[in-house]
């Protein structure tokens, strides 16, 4: 099932790090995948035990991969195909910025006025 010669963005599309095999390609081509601190093209043959530096939206990922996956499978599957060993001051910096920016409510005194603002306006302009 293994094939003999593995390309890189479908590896990183197989162990889902990107959504799309296109997203992989470009992110390889946009240099925000580094082997040994160089960019690597998307064409790069992948092979057990190298290490990647990958950046993608949500953070900035270092693996090292334990093997070869050409076909896309779910989550609990795919991580057993690479070990992901990020710097802890990068987790720590994720989890930050996750309490800071993502809280799901709109900034106080920011965006459309409340009907009572709107009354409160009215009644100024009125006088």
Known sequence: MEKEKLRLDKYLWA?????TRSQAADA????KVKYNGDNCKAS??????????????????V??????????????????????????EELDR???QAAV?????????????TKKDKRDLDEFLSE
């Not at 043959?45 to 953070?59: F, H, R, S």
């Not at 709109?106 to 006025?113: A, I, V, Y």
Request: proline fraction near 3%; hydrophobic fraction near 35%; charged fraction near 30%.
């Open 94 to 96: 994720i989890k930050f």
């Open 44 to 61: 790069k043959t992948v092979n057990i035990g190298d290490e990647y530096e990958v950046k993608t939206e949500a953070k900035r990922w």
């Open 15 to 19: 162990i889902r790090l990107f959504k």
């Open 28 to 31: 390889c081509d946009k240099g």
């Open 63 to 88: 693996i090292k991969v334990t093997g070869l996956l050409d076909h896309r499978v779910q989550y609990s599957e795919a991580i057993q195909f690479y070990i992901d060993i990020t710097p802890a």
């Open 101 to 113: 920016f993502h809280t799901g409510k709109r900034m106080s005194k920011q965006g459309r006025p």
